[in-house]
């Protein structure tokens, strides 16, 4: 259960030292190429070469500390727990309540279904977990171990804190259900339902399953008609779940034993954790829970994830394929993967996959959203206003409007040269959010471009830069607004805050060039372009640059009157 906006406890488990500050003894012996390898492999996030480097230097040096923290930590990471545990019980002889060492072992137990050594672990070694974990933990092992009252109690007192109810209620209800409380149970979710502001989906399936276990069929649906309604472009698991009940399915168990229950409290830490201490604790979280329950797809994705987030395409890769495609999180899975492959500069086979998906998915938003925004960063405007529409029908025929889809279709129109559809694109999405700065400043800017509406333009463009008053893309485009209409002082001024909020964008900085250009300040002028053109502009800026450079911004626009109009620059600029 994933929750946003929530985070799990005050500060995250400390859980390794991670790598020591300097190289350990046997990086001098034998062990070394493999020890630095490891480290260069763990700096760069590559978790797979890492644990495997780790494991060939332990081979070499079993017992040294520093190694075997780093190793058991890279090797839980990589999902090698096996492995780790090897590693761990090495380092207890060293350090018994290790906070690595706790955790593995205490996975281990849940693994092998040993409640009475979790439960001593549990209760010898407290501090060695987050506290969080610890109740959650020791709620499950009581529950493994037949003892419901004790897990009952463990579940009830993990804390006071809103976040802490929530998990600790959640996880209640998952037990009473397992043991045929279902009243029990449904008391305890509306409990943590009543701690979030916004449904979440694997609390409204749980909620939901309740409800139908008590013959409360219309109830549940609600439930699932809520959450998927607070969502913004469809939820796989509410869709799965409505088309169940419809087809008289009964719900089956979220976590059927403590195993899955001690896998769900570790996935929902790893969530709460992702950004409040960095991946790679949340990572050792959500693979200690898809090793005690593979088929938790959920914590599959958010291991792939966080790979993706951690600069490791490839090793997503495998990750995302490891969701079953029968699974209601598959979509998803597959927008991913497509990410990912965008990211490895496989962009044909991004659209590839993407357009594979929506046409088995015709009706999930989210996947023509994902092709859409592929084919618009590729520059194929007319495919990619096409793919907007088809997904702008969906989320209308489920009685939802979005503003980003037409704000996203009308940029995808004006860059294919389609004014008309981009313009009524762009009112569409101020009458369904009026107040909203990317739309005002991208609708406005253009009307300035082609001197229509100028009034309302430049109210529409000072309306956004109250709202973003940081931003330095938008304040440009006010800047150049006035440089457009003549107004070169206040295009100076404006553009000059443009460029110490944005200072290494090249057309802001070239903006600010021809505007002390035109209030005769030449030689700051000249500083500017050249400043915009190491910034790495797009060619034809970067010619119109250096033609300025070489000859002044008057001779330049003498060339481009007896040539032609000139193109628009920097066209509805978009906030970034």
Known sequence: MRLTGHRACGVAMALVGALAAGAPASARDSGAGAY???????QRGDVEA??????????????????????ASALVAAGRVDEAEAAAERLAALDPSHRIVALIRAAQAFKRADFAAARALLADQPDAFHPLMLKLMQGWAAQGAGDAAAARAAFETVGD?????LFGQYHLGLMLMQNGDAEGALAAFEAAQAEVTAPTS????????????????????????AALAASRFGDPAMEAAIARLAAGGAAPLLVASAAEGAAEALFGLAGALVGESGGRVALIHARLAT?????????????????????QPELALAAYAAVPGDDPLWTRAQIRRAAALEQLERGDAAV??????????????EAHIALADLLRRREAYVESAEAYGRAIEIVEAAGRADWTLFYQRGVAHERAGAWDAAEADFKRALTLSPDQPLVLNYLGYSWVEMGRNLDEAMAMIRMAVDMRPDDGYITDS??????????????????????????????INDHLGD???????RLEAQFQWKRARSFDPEPKDLARIKRKLALGLDAVLEEEAAAAPAPHEAMGRDGG
């Open 478 to 507: 006010l800047g150049w607004v006035h440089y457009r209409l003549g107004n070169f002082a206040e295009a100076v001024e404006w553009l000059e805050k443009a460029v110490a909020l944005a200072p290494v964008d090249p057309v």
């Open 202 to 225: 694997r609390l409204s399936t749980a909620h939901g399953g309740a409800l139908e276990a008590l013959g409360r069929g219309p109830e549940a649906l609600a439930v699932y008609e």
């Open 515 to 521: 505007a002390l250009w035109r209030v005769g300040r």
């Open 36 to 42: 630095l390898a490891a480290r260069q492999a763990d």
């Open 50 to 71: 890492s644990a495997r480097y780790f494991a060939r230097a332990l081979q070499d040096d079993p017992d040294d500390r520093a190694l075997l923290e780093a190793g």
């Open 161 to 165: 804190r809103p976040v802490l109810r």
């Open 352 to 365: 590839e996959a993407l357009r594979a998906l929506t046409a088995r998915e015709t009706h999930a938003a």
């Open 291 to 311: 090793h005690l329950r593979p088929s938790l797809t959920a914590a599959q994705l958010l291991v792939a994830e966080l790979m993706d987030a951690d600069g």
